[in-house]
């Protein structure tokens, strides 16, 4: 059905050529064809469920356990590791076998069991649907399950009540709607039924609908659901989760393209190698032959060290030591507040050149807090932040003693009875107690602040308790209590004399600073006396309320009227009259007070921060300039200035600006894409299902733990467990730490793996006899390349690691530093084995092969230390500071010297014994490699200091 037989049909599509917001109440009833009074009857109802299908959402087929099986086998490495374990067995090493299958056995098993984490996004969001719904049918009220929901029902809703679809509001009394999760903004939304709107107005700006998912918070109404299921906002969230695809991220990338690079060199130079053995055979035999046993002979052992070679040079501890690296990764991330759900991610936030960062709940504390005040023409600051009651009055930075200024604490009483929120204490946090707001977080922040005056709000209204009142109205904009004056409270701070508790009651008013000063005749002097209001005095006050709110902060006035008896007439015409004017409280959400300091540490690491909100634009702006987010010269945008601007026009939009106000998920993804065009890593923060889509498409998710929605921790690929900025920032440089460890593993692997090569490959052109046996490289690769490779996993990383900008995304793992190093290492390593190959070969070929077998062991074991940083000496970083890895060098050189002291692994291995003037021998060769290593930090560091 298309949108354009609207006239003939309902239609359910939240963004077609309806605009339901647009249209008055009684042409959205037209268009549904649905009768107010008496709602769908059963038979239509039923033949729109058919049409439309349950209002639920849909998800899509989950990935199976064989496609998570295969996706895990399925790479270059794999593959690779698989065919070297069939080669292994079918040449009777049935332990070097055994090894490389367990290594892909563990892989597999720890990928699968993360990916089976990441699917849960769509049962979070279903999470979110109202179970029940007060639907009107056949004119009776009743009770449906939400899923039964058509478009064109008559829905009832209140307090408590989430949201069961898409609803164009027909009524709406004192309603207001927590939208944060869906949104980001930061206070219940006020809601209004008899406003029509633009057609293109943003989604928090829509108050006559209410949207599926989100919370009643206070007040009732009705409704006429316009959208069900996936064609309501949220089902169009849930419909972006999906369409999302996984990508590889940038570790896994390099990885992938390193183990295709070294498999590939590596079976290269064995097969020739092996040619070359085969051609000096071929020439320095007079009679080559198949047929004879002794050329064959020579041909299987040739073969067999060919082979031995290759599978000694595939990086079989590649996908080992990257798993381990990362759970380890993700152990420490835990001990940092930080939940990893992905094990690449660790990596991936190490690579971040961009963080996207939510404003409510994120960089600010999702508390709404009262931090000035203005009566009498003086601006007075309140101390302290979140829902502690604990705080201090400042004027002009200096403590004040309120007894002096009895107009605040009048001011405070006032917003303190007009007042339908609780301040509950909720629990304890590392020995302090924790308090929590029930209601409007607006009216709870007057609350706070009132208790930092030093007023108990519960013995303030029990002594002043509330007989009558006139609720808040969006048209009237203000809020109207009456209440007894029945006991005295603090005479000191006693906004009432003894006088005016004999007159008995005080209405208290509480609304716009307009609103509630048209109201009033008089106003409240700092002493509680009061004058008239004068025009000068109301531009006083106009122009306080105005620089309040461009520092973006919510401003409410508050006013009273003490009356010696209760009033017969409750009408605001009665009651609003002669008031007197105490004063202007106004609030924001705060920002974190530690995200300042995080921002500094992440510029220093190269990257940049932007704020994207669903809140007002001067809020955001104000809030960025606080915490120092906003580089200067950049900009603040809405979501309405970018919605339709191209692809090439976003990509220079998102250079330039910091800040990004009143969007939508779409322009959340928008905003990604960009930037990640521009070649950007992107991180995407956030806690609501309105993050979801944005969070799931950038190269790192980021959902927060506490105020985050299950929908966004689920879509993410990290979770801060303290919802503290701070932690991202922690976790970037254990990202960082972790990259470095698997680029010093590689370093290591591939620096020893290419000295074996050319080692065999420079004896055979020689024509000596095999410098090392196959079963010698085996037992090499098993022993020097396993333990202290994974020890090299556990670096704590180096200390300035943070000081520098992230890498770029296409940087192979191997850059030009390491490779020059590997070539170096390579030459070292060579060349002292083949030194002690060629010192024993004038004794006998069974002594030459074990002072090479042991020269090269040994080198090696010693050249891990080396590798525990790529700029920083052994030194500097403290010999024996890895404990890991000093127990992985011992064990990997017990094993080497067994098989050179054991009698009977001696034939096994080809090995003799060798005394103490051979070891002197070898000594100073095995030392060499460890030295340049040392030697080329140096000469790096020395150069680098030059180019600075």
């Given amino acids: 059905m298309s949108d354009k037989q609207i006239t003939q049909e309902p239609n359910a599509k939240p963004e077609g050529e309806v605009p339901w917001h647009a249209l008055e109440a009684e042409e959205v009833l037209s268009k549904l064809k649905v009768d107010l009074e008496r709602g769908l009857s059963t038979a239509e109802a039923r033949r729109r469920l058919e049409r439309f299908g349950p209002n639920e959402l849909v998800e899509k087929a989950r990935t199976t356990f064989w496609q998570m099986l295969w996706g895990q086998i399925n790479s270059f490495v794999i593959w690779l590791l698989i065919g070297a374990a069939i080669i292994s067995a079918l040449l009777g090493d049935y332990v070097e076998a055994g090894a490389i299958l367990l290594i892909v056995i563990f892989n597999a098993i720890m990928g699968i069991v993360q990916e089976s984490r990441a699917e849960e996004s769509l049962a979070a969001l279903k999470k979110l649907a109202a179970p029940e719904a007060q639907v009107l049918r056949d004119g009776h009220r009743i009770s449906l399950p939400a899923p039964q929901l058509v478009p064109g029902d008559i829905v009832f809703i209140e307090a408590g009540n989430y949201i069961p679809a898409d609803i164009r509001l027909l009524e709406a009394v004192n309603l207001s709607i927590d939208e944060a999760s869906l949104t980001g903004e930061s206070v219940p939304v006020k809601k209004r039924a008899d406003v029509v709107l633009e057609e293109d107005i943003p989604i928090g700006d829509r108050h006559n609908t209410a949207f599926m998912g989100t919370l009643v918070t206070y007040g009732r109404g009705k409704g006429v659901v316009i959208s069900t299921g996936m064609n309501t906002q949220l089902g169009l969230i849930a419909t972006m989760l999906q369409t999302v695809e996984e990508e590889q991220t940038p570790l896994m990338k390099r990885l992938d393209q390193l183990g295709k690079t070294l498999g590939i060199g590596a079976m290269a130079v064995c097969g020739l190698v092996f040619i070359v053995g085969v051609t000096r055979l071929a020439l320095s035999t007079a009679q080559f032959s198949l047929s004879d046993p002794a050329t064959v002979q020579e041909l299987l052992n040739l073969f067999m060290i060919a082979v031995s070679l290759a599978i000694a040079a595939v990086p079989e501890g590649l996908p080992a030591v990257v798993t381990i690296s990362l759970a380890g990764g993700m152990r420490e991330m835990v001990k940092r507040h930080a939940l990893i759900r992905k094990l690449a991610s660790v990596e991936t936030l190490g690579s971040v050149t961009v963080i996207c960062s939510d404003k409510t709940g994120t960089l600010t504390q999702n508390q709404m807090t009262v931090t000035r005040l203005w009566a009498d023409g003086k601006f007075i600051s309140i101390t302290g932040s979140g829902y502690e009651p604990h ?392 022993v020097t390349d396993g333990a202290p490779a994974l020890a090299l996993g556990s670096e704590k990383g180096d200390p300035d690691i943070m000081q520098y900008p992230p890498r770029p995304t296409d940087e192979p793992i191997i850059n030009k530093t390491m490779l020059s190093g590997i070539i170096v290492q390579t030459i070292a390593i060579s060349a002292v084995t083949l030194t002690a190959f060629a010192i024993g070969r004038g004794i006998n070929i069974d002594l030459a092969e074990t002072m090479a077998f042991v020269t090269l062991s040994v080198s090696e074991l010693l050249r891990a230390y080396t590798a525990r940083s790529e700029n920083v000496t052994i030194f500097k970083i403290g010999v024996f500071s890895n404990p890991m890895m000093n127990w992985a060098v011992l064990a990997s050189l017990a094993l080497v010297l067994a098989v050179v002291y054991v009698p009977f692994l001696q034939p096994i291995f080809n090995t003799t014994a060798i005394d103490l003037r051979y070891w002197l021998m070898i000594l100073p060769l095995i030392l060499l490699p460890s030295v340049a290593a040392e030697l080329s930090k140096v000469f790096i560091a020395r150069r680098r200091a030059k180019a600075q």
Avoid at 528 to 541: A, G, H, K, L
Avoid at 573 to 580: G, M, P, R, T
Wanted: charged letters at 25%; proline letters at 5%.
């Fill in 391 to 782: 705080g201090e009055f400042l004027n002009d930075d200096q403590k004040i003693n309120l007894k002096e200024y009895p107009a605040v604490g009048t001011a405070m009483w006032i917003g303190a009875l007009n007042n339908d929120a609780q301040l509950e204490l909720s629990g304890e946090s590392e020995g302090k107690a924790t308090y929590r707001i029930v209601g409007d977080p607006t009216e709870g922040s007057i609350l706070v602040a009132a208790e930092k005056a030093g007023t108990s709000v519960e013995k303030l209204q029990e002594a002043y308790p509330r007989v009558q009142e006139i609720p808040f109205d969006s048209e009237r904009k203000r809020m109207l209590t009456i209440h007894a004056l029945k006991q005295p409270m603090d005479d000191d701070l006693s906004p009432f004399t003894s006088a005016d508790r004999e007159k008995g009651y005080v209405i208290a008013v509480k609304g716009a600073p307009d609103v509630v000063l048209n109201l009033c005749t008089q106003r409240l002097k700092m002493d509680n006396d009061v004058e008239p209001i004068t025009e000068e005095i109301r531009q006083e006050i106009l122009a306080a309320n105005d620089a309040m709110t461009k520092d973006a902060l919510r401003v409410l006035g508050v006013a009273y009227r003490v009356v010696p008896q209760m009033p017969e007439e409750i009408t605001p015409e009665a009651l609003e009259k002669d008031l007197i004017f105490a004063g202007l409280i106004g609030m924001i959400d705060p920002a974190r007070p530690e995200v300042k300091k995080a921002l500094n540490e992440a510029r220093t690491a190269g990257i940049r921060t932007i704020m994207i909100t669903g809140d007002y634009p001067n809020t955001a702006r104000a809030i960025a300039e606080e915490i120092g987010l906003i580089t200067p010269g950049h900009q603040v945008l809405t979501g309405a200035e970018i919605g339709d601007k191209s692809e090439e026009e976003m990509r220079e939009i998102v250079k330039v600006t910091d800040v990004y106000a009143r969007v939508s998920p779409a322009h959340k993804m928008k905003i990604v894409d960009a930037l990640r065009d521009n070649h950007e890593v992107v991180a995407m923060t956030g806690d609501g299902v309105n993050d979801a889509p944005a969070i799931k498409r950038a190269d790192i998710g980021v959902a927060m733990g506490i105020t985050g929605t299950d929908v966004a921790k689920e879509t993410a690929d990290m979770v801060l467990t303290d919802d503290n900025y701070a932690s991202i920032v922690s976790a970037v440089e254990q990202g960082r730490v972790i990259y470095s460890n698997i680029r010093k593993f590689v370093y290591y692997l591939i620096s020893c793996n290419m000295g074996e090569i050319l080692i065999i490959f420079i004896g055979t052109l020689l024509g000596w006899p095999p410098v090392l046996t196959a079963i010698q490289l085996l037992w090499l690769n098993l």
